[in-house]
């Protein structure tokens, strides 16, 4: 089994930056990014895989990084220039061994 936790949410103003943080109980050379708003469906946002592999969103594309400390422990995601539209529950997420595990969510809010 796997906990994942995630840290480093808030609230920001538009045009700031957050860098969320998954912390995980084992190594998992997988982890995704979500993240799902009042009302919608939880969507993909960003996603790292075997050594440099990233993945984004198109909405967050540029304005989002990924990446890892070496262990595979913990991974972050950088957000710049966030915007109002960026607000919802951030979830981390792995697949370790044929299952899929989840975090419990980091709310981001972004407003004036």
């Known amino acids: 089994q796997v906990r994942l936790e995630e840290s480093g949410g808030g609230s920001v103003q538009p045009g700031e930056s957050l860098r969320l943080s998954c912390a995980a109980s084992?190594?998992?050379?997988?982890r995704k990014w979500y993240r799902q708003s009042p009302g919608q469906e939880r969507e993909f946002v960003a996603g790292?895989?075997?050594?440099?592999?990233?993945r984004y969103s198109a909405s967050v594309e540029g304005r989002f990084t990924i990446s890892r400390d070496k262990a595979w422990k913990t991974v972050y995601l950088q957000m710049n220039s966030l915007k109002p539209e960026d607000t919802a529950v951030y979830y981390c997420?792995?697949?370790?061994?044929?299952?899929?595990?989840w975090g419990q969510g980091t709310q981001v809010t972004v407003s004036a």
């Open positions: 997420s792995t697949d370790y061994r044929g299952t899929t595990y």
């Open positions: 084992t190594s998992t050379t997988l």
């Open positions: 790292l895989t075997g050594s440099t592999t990233t």
